[in-house]
C-alpha cells in the first residue's frame, strides 16, 4: 500500500510508510494573525466622543501636510470660535500618511528612532486658526484631525 503512494504522491510526504500532510501555507497563516491581531487591538488615541459621550463634537481632517523641521504650520479652522475656547475643547491627533492603519496619536507627541526625533506640538490655538510646530529632526507627510467640542 505504501508504493501506491509513493508512485501517485510527493515522495517528500512519505516517510517510514506513514503519509505526511503538507505543512500549511505560512503566508495564509500571517494574513490570519495580522487580521486578528489588528481587529483585536485596542486603538491608540481614541476619538474623545468614545469616551465622554459627547455627541456634538466636529471633527476637521488636514490630509498630506507636511510641516519641515524647526518650522510650523497654521491650519485655518472657522469651527474654532470664542465660546469653544472659552468653555469648550479643542483635542489635536495626527497619522503618518505613508502608514495603512488608521490609528490617531494625540499632540504633542514625542520619538527618537535611529538618531532620528519626531516631535509635534501644539504652539497656538486662537479663534479661527491652530499653529502646530514640528520642532523634531525629520519631516513626513502626514494628516491632522482636530476634533471640536462646543460646551456641555
Do not use: H
Amino acid at each position: 500500500m505504501v508504493g501506491i503512494f509513493k508512485n501517485t504522491m510527493d515522495s517528500s510526504l512519505v516517510k517510514s510508510g506513514r503519509i505526511m500532510k503538507k505543512p500549511p501555507n505560512p503566508t495564509l497563516f500571517l494574513v490570519i494573525v495580522l487580521f486578528i491581531v489588528s481587529a483585536c487591538g485596542k486603538p491608540v488615541g481614541i476619538i474623545p466622543q468614545a469616551k465622554s459621550g459627547n455627541k456634538n463634537i466636529v471633527s476637521v481632517i488636514f490630509f498630506g501636510i507636511t510641516i519641515n523641521p524647526n518650522s510650523a504650520y497654521r491650519f485655518d479652522i472657522s469651527q474654532i470660535t470664542q465660546p469653544i475656547l472659552d468653555s469648550g475643547s479643542v483635542s489635536v491627533y495626527f497619522r503618518n500618511s505613508i502608514v495603512i492603519f488608521d490609528t490617531w496619536y494625540p499632540l504633542p507627541y514625542y520619538s527618537v528612532k535611529n538618531d532620528s526625533v519626531t516631535s509635534y506640538t501644539i504652539s497656538e490655538i486662537r479663534v479661527g486658526s491652530a499653529k502646530i510646530e514640528n520642532t523634531g529632526t525629520t519631516e513626513a507627510s502626514a494628516d491632522y484631525r482636530f476634533d471640536i467640542a462646543p460646551p456641555n
